[in-house]
């Protein structure tokens, strides 16, 4: 059980919290949505007891655990000697119950006896998310745990999730898994800086949310004309001098000011999204061709014989389960690995955007304006527009990439690229931290770009909207037409 009442919380000189409240019930199911930081993992750390409110009340009753986005230090994971004795330090589970755990979350090719230190990222996530599950405590939080799984990964995800028997918190953009099995959604609004609750799954969150900001929006546009009104009235009695005339100005005046001063800023949601893209640099036809390329790691073959191209202006999907070499074979792609054979032929005036969901091009140390006029020639003012059409407004530019969260160096990492005339956008996993709002403010500019495009995603409604000519299947080496 969690209850909070009024409480408070600053971080820096940003107020997360104004007076929030919320109730999560003893073995309920809650999801938690909001945009890109606006203070859903700060809740779960406070949650934890990572860090402290300022004021008010935040009560817990039960042992709580909780599994971030990505696991990158987990003290717990490096003094560990072995997967086995990480994830089950008490034996209390038979060896097949663990491998077949790990099976389910893409981790077959896992010993039990193997060192958990050397996996990567997304492994050690999972292997974090298996250990949670495995211990079961009575309040469960998990940050975006389907993040580095493909469909069926989520599926059993999804299914074993409805099953716990205790209670589960999960911040997640994956719609499928906030519509099975929950009982309540929680929204964390950043710009209010309170917490709404929303009985029943997300859908249902959609509906309610979309009736509040309709009431909302008509609010606001009648409070507007009223203004105008009044300022209309204003330029009519402005020419009149007398002691009367004078106060009625000012007592006018006044009243437009208050009204203007509590006027409630328009939902993010009803905001329309218009984007301005330079148009891709010149290339041929064909900007690129792969023709028999191959890689492999020691004994284990990732990518043989692979061979497609790529047309200007055209849209492909890389499509395939986890571990079936996409990202190989992007990598190559860059120049980031070297293919043992085959070759790669590119037009000279190629120029490649390329978009990673690990930000390895990015200076965590600069702020978001140095960032993108790193990046992109232009004047002050069009690179503080441009960032403010990917929700970063006002002071917003002026803070460390470091500091923002994986949904919001996304949409950094997005309004670079589209910045720039590149010819050919290589996108892997661009949705993976993305809050509802900006996957449709993503997917909305990347419509509009002009230029070859190949995309990976697990999203399928988002390739779906992105409408690619071609998908190229791997590992089944095999380009395929879209219908």
């Known amino acids: 059980m969690i209850s909070a009442k009024n409480i408070f919380y600053s971080y820096g000189k940003e107020n997360i919290f104004e007076g929030a409240n919320f109730y999560v019930a003893k073995n309920s199911k809650v999801g938690v949505v909001g945009a890109n930081g606006s203070g859903k993992s700060t809740l779960f750390n406070l949650i934890m007891g990572q860090d402290f409110i300022d004021d008010g009340s935040l009560e817990i009753v039960g042992d709580v655990m909780s599994v971030p986005q990505e696991v990158k230090q987990d003290p717990l994971m490096e003094k560990a000697t072995s997967i086995r004795e990480y994830l089950d330090p008490y034996y209390e589970k038979q060896d097949y119950e663990l491998l077949k755990m790990l099976s389910k979350l893409e981790l077959s090719r896992l010993f039990l006896d193997g060192k958990p230190q050397v996996l990567s990222g997304g492994q050690k996530t999972k292997l974090a998310i298996a250990r949670a599950l495995i211990f079961e405590p009575d309040i469960l939080l998990l940050d975006e745990p389907t993040n580095f799984l493909d469909v069926e990964g989520k599926l059993w995800m999804m299914n074993f999730l409805g099953r716990y028997s205790k209670t589960l918190i999960i911040i997640s953009h994956d719609l499928k898994l906030l519509d099975k099995n929950i009982d309540k959604i929680i929204e964390v609004d950043k710009r209010t800086k309170q917490i709404t609750e929303y009985n029943g799954n997300y859908t249902n969150y959609v509906n309610l949310k979309g009736e509040r900001e309709e009431l909302l929006v008509h609010q606001i546009h009648v409070q507007s004309r009223k203004i105008v009104e009044m300022k209309k009235g204003l330029v009519r009695i402005s020419g009149n001098r007398s002691e009367k ?237 879209c219908q």
């Open 245 to 481: 005339g004078v106060r009625q100005k000012l007592n006018l005046q006044k009243r437009i000011e208050k009204l203007v001063v509590a006027l409630p800023e328009m939902p993010p949601a009803a905001k329309k999204i218009s984007m301005q893209l330079p148009e891709p640099a010149w290339v041929g036809e064909v900007p690129f061709m792969v023709k028999n390329l191959s890689k492999s790691y020691g004994e284990k073959k990732v990518l043989t014989d692979i061979n497609f191209d790529i047309k200007r202006g055209e849209r492909i999907a890389l499509m395939g389960q986890n571990g079936a070499g996409k990202s190989t074979l992007i990598k190559i792609l860059m120049g980031m690995l070297v293919q043992d054979s085959g070759e790669i032929i590119k037009d000279e005036k190629l120029k490649i955007g390329y978009y990673s969901q690990e930000f390895e091009t990015f200076d965590m140390d600069k702020n978001l304006l140095e960032t993108v006029r790193d990046k992109c020639e232009m004047a002050e003012p069009q690179l503080r527009c441009l960032l403010g059409r990917f929700l970063f407004p006002g002071q917003k530019v002026f803070q460390k990439v470091s500091t923002l969260s994986g949904g919001e160096k996304t949409r950094l990492s997005i309004a670079t690229l589209l910045a720039k005339n590149y010819n050919l956008l290589i996108l892997d996993e661009p949705t993976t931290y993305l809050d509802v709002l900006s996957q449709r403010l993503i997917l909305e500019a990347l419509k509009f770009y002009q230029g070859a495009m190949i995309i990976v995603s697990h999203t399928p409604e988002f390739i779906a909207e992105l409408k690619p000519s071609r998908h190229f299947l791997l590992p089944e080496n095999k380009m395929i037409l």
